[in-house]
């Protein structure tokens, strides 16, 4: 598609999740279209046994609690297919009953209901119980391994479990203002239980990790994966938190560290960014490349009045698209697209009027308050020291004695703008608990259980979602030795039509994105929990993510045509859950498949990009081996092609790992790229003395990644055999047993010659010596 300065900005709002009903329907594959109606009808089969003619809806809530707790005794039969009979008969109840209602409303107030009543009766922990025999069913494994093509027949049991399971999940995390007190209580509970070792003794996000290596090992090739992720992630998110829940906790502990202050709300300040105009694209720039000679004299001209412009006006208003643009500077040819209004014919187009409303709803200047690190600090007074007066005082940043004038101003403003995060003061403690391993006291909570749980395989973890992630990426080839990601996807018998083979191929991409949505959304979720939670549980798992080449895997996803995967189209929206329980079905044509749903973006995938950009910030950031990392690979051009897409958070994210990498570039990249430049300038927190657009930082040195990484994994290996290794602990600092009845009762194993010297030892150490009883009674 192309793209103008005119291209319109997307109404997307980044959030934890989706709408409910998008989140809902993103569990069912279209191939398990026909399944609904098995479900309904097993319901219906054991309630017509139990109960009269009356319908679901008609009962009243003890009989509903009747019902559901009969059903649940149901499902410890031995009865293999029995059991599964049950267990589509609560699927059913879960879906909401829907066979009785009229409209998609009436089915999420009903699932609301039945799940909230499923889960009091007990039903969570027995599906958990059954999950974990189907994971262990070595028949079902041996099974599908031997199999040459796995379909969604292999996967019944599970899939059924997983359905219940995930949308009990999903549904009781959904805030609703009209909710019971006692469901309030219920859902509270509950989320404490899913975070606890309550489950199999270990939190229930490290029973479906180890699903996900099992798959990823080729010992169980049936298992659903898309719904171990996405059941994986909303387990994830509910125990754990989201976004909002992040910046709460991010606020509270800098209160109880005695820091200041946030300078801002960031998800406020991000989603009232506007984004900047896209770069050329490359068959704009092979047209300008023709027309250039003719028009050289022009270029001239406008450069000098464009520059003029810019110089003359705020760069900071909210000014249309058009006076955004900058001639002549951001692509690696030095040419501009002919759609950029500057380069038409005439030398300066007319302004656009602008409603009064636009320019006050966004405020003038920098959207970020700056900030500088107590290190930027002790490095200007360092450098202003050995220039002025010749001597140093390492870290003391507040003798500043013998300095000029604007020195000390350059040290007020500097030490005004201060930010000391809690990843700083964090690694202090570590320091000091490392000299005194009795005085660190752990605080329990969600977090730290989830670590714990997940530390022992942590390495295996994150190698498996990436081996997934690949596989699920659209830039990936078709591999023989690459993991089948598609067994709950592809029926037991391949499409005959070209109408059935469409639908299929919407269904295989479109599960595709929301494994990728998944899985980027788990990486964050985790890598910002375990940030705020302790600096060492992020870096460990940042640091296992880069040794499995998490870096460029991100940069080959992005190394597409970005605008097509975010514009995909691959949703039968007439197909989606709940719509389709509750509408009779039009008939499908080739023609309404290939037109799609008339959105303007696709949510899940242009959420799954900003995920991904995200964690290549989170592994980047103040790491000087994994930002040349970046520019080994060859980031920028494929970054740069990202910033087409018009939406402000998106850009954002692009925008900072452009910047750590610009004075790495060259002079001549920054002077071809004067409007990316001008986009960082004015998008992203400036760090007051960062020379990020001169490349004479300090920092730009030559770089051994062995040794970074070296460094940093012996302070993350301290920090968890201090915590976490019981095994090897320094037998110095075990309590004594000072109990002399526990003492002497303990067996001590003697050595064969002592033994066999016993009579000798007893002559020589007790007879022979002579004893005051008196005294050692006394």
């Known amino acids: 598609m192309q793209l103008n300065s005119e291209f319109p900005d997307l109404e997307f709002e980044y959030s ?20 609904f109606a098995l479900n309904r009808k097993c319901f219906e089969e054991e309630f017509r046994v139990h109960v009269s003619d009356k319908k679901w809806t008609e009962l009243d809530e003890a009989q509903h609690r009747a019902h559901a707790m009969r059903l649940l005794d149901s499902l410890e039969v031995t009865a293999r297919e029995k059991r599964l009979k049950v267990a589509r008969a609560i699927l059913y109840m879960a879906q909401g009953t829907f066979a009785e209602c009229s409209s998609e409303v009436e089915v999420q107030h009903w699932m609301r209901y039945n799940i909230f009543l499923l889960l009091d009766v007990g039903t969570f922990s027995a599906l958990v119980e059954l999950l974990n025999m ?50 309030i209580t219920i859902k509270e509970t509950f989320r404490t239980e899913l975070g606890s070792p309550l489950f199999n003794n270990e939190p229930i996000s490290v029973m479906l990790f180890g699903m996900v290596t099992k798959f990823c090992s080729g010992h169980a090739p049936h298992f659903p994966m898309k719904k171990v ?23 509270r502990k800098r209160e109880e560290l005695g820091l200041p ?47 003029d412009a810019f110089n003359e006006k705020d760069p900071y208003k909210a000014d249309d698209s058009r006076e955004d643009e900058d001639d002549n500077d951001d692509n690696d040819n030095s040419i501009e697209a002919e759609t950029f209004p500057l380069e038409r014919d005439e030398v300066m187009p007319p302004p656009i009027p602008h409603p009064p409303s636009e320019r006050v709803s966004f405020p003038k200047g920098l959207p970020w308050a700056p900030k500088v690190r107590e290190k930027d600090i002790e490095n200007f007074l360092e450098s202003s020291r050995s220039k002025f007066i010749g001597y140093t005082l390492g870290s003391d940043t507040d003798t500043v004695v013998g300095l000029p004038r604007p020195i000390h101003e350059s040290i007020k403003t500097l030490k005004q703008h201060k930010y000391v995060s809690i990843a700083e003061l964090q690694i202090i403690k570590e320091e000091e608990f490392q000299k005194t391993p009795l005085s660190g006291v752990m605080e329990t909570c969600a977090t730290e259980l989830l670590y714990q749980g997940i530390l022992p395989s942590l390495p295996q973890y994150m190698i498996a979602l990436l081996k997934i992630l690949l596989a699920a990426a659209p830039t990936s080839k078709a591999k023989t030795d690459s993991i089948n990601i598609l067994a709950d996807v592809l ?9 059935q083979s469409m639908k299929l191929g919407v269904d295989v991409n479109r599960h595709k994105e929301i494994i990728v949505k998944a899985i980027s ?18 870096e460990y798992m940042a640091q296992h993510l880069v040794f499995a080449n998490c870096i460029p895997l991100i940069l080959k996803f992005f190394n597409q045509n970005i605008m097509s995967y975010i514009t995909a189209k691959n949703s039968i929206s007439v197909l989606d859950f709940p719509y389709c329980v509750v509408h009779e ?13 008339n959105n303007q973006f696709c949510w899940r995938n242009l959420f799954s990009c900003i995920n991904l950009l995200r964690i290549l910030n989170k592994l ?5 081996s994994r930002t040349m990392m970046l520019v080994v690979f060859k980031s920028a051009p494929i970054l740069k092609r990202a910033l087409k897409v018009k939406q402000a958070m998106m850009q954002l994210y692009v925008l900072k790992l452009l910047k750590v990498q610009t004075k790495y570039l060259g002079r001549q990249w920054r002077k071809s790229n004067m409007k990316t430049m001008s986009a960082i300038y004015q998008k992203v927190r400036h760090r007051l003395n960062d020379d990020w657009a001169y490349g004479n930082d300090l920092d730009a040195r030559p770089w051994d990644f062995q040794a970074e990484e070296c460094a940093l994994r012996a302070n993350i290996e301290r920090f968890n055999s201090r915590r976490y290794d019981k095994s090897h602990s320094n037998p110095d600092f075990l309590p004594v047993d000072n109990c002399l009845q526990s003492v002497l009762g303990q067996r001590v194993d003697l050595p064969e010659d002592f033994q066999m010297n016993y009579d000798l030892w007893l002559e020589r150490e007790v007879f022979s010596k002579p004893i005051s009883w008196e005294e050692l009674l006394q």
């Open 16 to 35: 934890d999740t989706d709408k409910w009903a998008a989140e809902l329907s993103e569990l069912y594959s279209y191939t398990e279209g026909p399944e």
């Open 134 to 183: 189907e994971i262990d069913n070595s028949a079902a494994c041996s099974s599908a391994v031997r199999k040459p093509a796995i379909s969604l027949a292999d996967s019944t049991d599970l899939r059924v479990l997983l359905n219940i399971m995930y949308m009990m999940v999903e549904t009781i995390q959904q805030d609703d203002p009209a909710d019971k007190p006692e469901w």
């Open 229 to 251: 992720l996405l059941l994986l992630w909303k387990s994830i998110l509910f125990t754990l938190g989201g976004f909002e829940r992040l910046q709460s906790i991010k606020v």
């Open 261 to 307: 202050p946030l300078p801002e709300d960031s998800i406020r300040v991000i989603r009232s960014m506007r984004a900047a105009s896209p770069p050329a694209s490359a068959s704009d720039l092979i047209e300008q490349q023709q027309k250039r000679a003719r028009r050289e004299h022009k270029v001239a001209l406008i450069k000098q009045d464009n520059l």
């Open 491 to 499: 029926p037991e018998e391949m499409p005959t039509t070209v109408l």
């Open 521 to 538: 959304a788990i990486l964050l979720l985790l890598l910002k929990h375990f940030k705020l939670n302790h600096i060492y549980q992020f």
């Open 585 to 597: 079905l039009p008939e499908l044509t080739a023609e309404s498949l290939e037109a799609g749903d």
């Open 620 to 624: 980047t950031k103040w790491k000087h």
